[in-house]
């Protein structure tokens, strides 16, 4: 399975990010498999966002619940990504990620496929 993000490279504050994860060389919808959002702050660790399932269950990060939202759309083998509010701290890489069990962690080696990852850069 093939990864890709895509979005805007730089965000004003307040405005909400919406980033696509384009998947090839393998459906979303197969069994069992989760697709996370996962980012990492220049300096600081991965941290998990959250997840879809194969049956389109959503899973998120308690701390950033109030702000993130993940969906897909089936036709087009996607998955997107959207954070309101946003803020500087925001500022990351950020990846989509494949795994074959559950996970809120942002290790890299509890995924088995990554995309190469997409900057963001929140500023006005």
């Known amino acids: 399975v093939q990864l890709q993000e895509s979005g805007p490279g730089l965000v004003k504050p307040s405005q909400t990010l919406s980033l696509t994860c384009t998947v090839s060389?393998?459906?979303?919808?197969?069994?069992?498999?989760?697709w996370s959002w996962i980012r990492q702050p220049p300096g600081k660790g991965p941290e998990w966002m959250g997840a879809?399932?194969?049956?389109?269950?959503?899973y998120y990060n308690p701390s950033l619940k109030s702000r993130v939202s993940i969906s897909r759309e089936i036709y087009n083998n996607t998955i997107t990504l959207q954070l309101s509010s946003v803020t500087p701290d925001d500022t990351a890489v950020y990846y989509c990620a494949r795994s074959a069990t559950f996970t809120q962690r942002g290790d890299r080696s509890l995924y088995d496929s990554w995309g190469q990852g997409t900057q963001v850069t929140v500023s006005s």
């Open positions: 060389v393998g459906l979303i919808t197969t069994k069992f498999y989760y």
């Open positions: 879809i399932s194969n049956s389109g269950t959503t």
